[in-house]
Structure formats: structure tokens, C-alpha cells
């Protein structure tokens, strides 16, 4: 069962950065794919930006220039570092994985492990 850890929420000013991360946990296969997606109260989950152990990454237009998806394999993380926030950014975020790799997409019936969430709040 993988496990997925996220950290690095906070409320920030509008122009401000923040950097999230998401440790994984319990891959059964060489090769997998993760992603983050969030949700604002009331809206529909938004995949914004995935990234596979094998270095291909997709980001959605509404961030890409903004937001950087990276990832550290060797110890199972990926890294979101959104830069230029805005009160539009404010949402819960969400680590998602799948395994093994077909792809990074951003479509949220794609994954099978999700994180709990960390909130992002971004005040104009």
C-alpha cells in the first residue's frame, strides 16, 4: 500500500511563494507517477501538476509559469514550488500517485493513492 505524506501549506500573501512537498511510501513497482491536485470548497478537484520517476512532467494552464512540479526519486518526493500566488491559488492541495508509470497525467480517476491534504490560503 503506498502512503503519501504532504507538508508545506500555509497562508501567504497575495505575490507570495510557497513550496509543498510529498513523501511516498510503499512503491511496489520501479516506475510510478504523481501528481498534485486541489480543491476549493465547492469546486471540482484540478489536477495542476504531474511528474513521473522517469523525468516527464505536465503542468495545467491555469499554473503553468507559475507553478514547478520537480521531484527528488531518490527519496520518493515531489515538490510543488508555486511562486506569483494569488487568492484563486487558495485550496486544499493533494499528493496523488499511481504506479507503474503511464504517463503524467492530471486526470484524478487516473490515481489510486492520495495524500490527506494541506491547505493553502492565499490573502489578497
Known amino acids: 500500500q503506498v502512503q503519501l505524506v504532504e507538508s508545506g501549506g500555509d497562508s501567504v500573501q497575495s505575490g507570495g511563494s510557497l513550496r509543498l512537498s510529498c513523501t511516498a511510501s510503499g512503491y511496489r513497482y520501479d516506475t510510478y507517477c504523481m501528481a498534485w491536485f486541489r480543491q476549493a470548497p465547492g469546486a471540482e478537484r484540478e489536477g495542476i501538476a504531474a511528474g513521473c520517476n522517469d523525468g516527464s512532467t505536465n503542468h495545467a494552464g491555469s499554473v503553468r509559469g507559475r507553478f514547478t512540479i520537480s521531484q527528488d526519486n531518490s527519496k520518493n518526493t515531489l515538490f510543488l514550488q508555486m511562486n506569483s500566488l494569488k487568492p484563486e491559488d487558495t485550496a486544499m492541495y493533494f499528493c496523488?500517485?499511481?504506479?507503474?508509470?503511464?504517463?503524467?497525467?492530471?486526470?484524478?480517476?487516473?490515481?489510486?493513492?492520495w495524500g490527506h491534504g494541506t491547505q493553502v490560503t492565499v490573502s489578497s
Open positions: 496523488a500517485a499511481f504506479e507503474p508509470n503511464h504517463g503524467p497525467s492530471l486526470k484524478a480517476s487516473r490515481y489510486n493513492y
